[in-house]
Nanobody
Framework: QVQLVESGGGSVQAGGSLRLSCVVSGSTATTNRMGWFRQVPGKEREGVAKISLGGSTRYADSVKGRFTISHDKVKNTVYLQMNALIVEDTAMYYC???????????????????WGQGTQVTVFS
């Protein structure tokens, strides 16, 4: 089992920044990727960013150039730096971990088995 605990959410004015953190523990050797997803009520959970064990990253088009995912393996923590936030970024953000033998450009929910409880991000104008 892998446990994920997110923190860092909050309310911020449009144009501002937040950094989300996700502390990872447990059987991390069974995973080869980490990711961030977000969800608003009534909509599907969408992939925001992912990072592989080797450090390669992928981003949703809507956040490219504004969000950065990183992984501190010493601290077992995954970060999502979010800059130039817009109202449309408002959502519950979830950290995820998983394993997949496939290299894909897309960020697919089915490639992630373990999920955190989520942290709320609210961007106001």
């Amino acid at each position: 089992q892998v446990q994920l605990v997110e923190s860092g959410g909050g309310s911020v004015q449009a144009g501002g920044s937040l950094r989300l953190s996700c502390v990872v523990s447990g059987s991390t050797a069974t995973t080869n990727r980490m990711g961030w997803f977000r969800q608003v009520p009534g909509k599907e959970r969408e992939g925001v960013a992912k990072i592989s064990l080797g450090g390669s990253t992928r981003y949703a088009d809507s956040v490219k150039g504004r969000f950065t995912i990183s992984h501190d393996k010493v601290k077992n923590t995954v970060y999502l730096q979010m800059n130039a936030l817009i109202v449309e970024d408002t959502a519950m953000y979830y950290c995820a971990a998983g394993y997949s033998p496939f290299v894909r450009a897309s960020i697919r929910r089915e490639d992630f088995r373990y999920w955190g409880q989520g942290t709320q991000v609210t961007v106001f104008s």
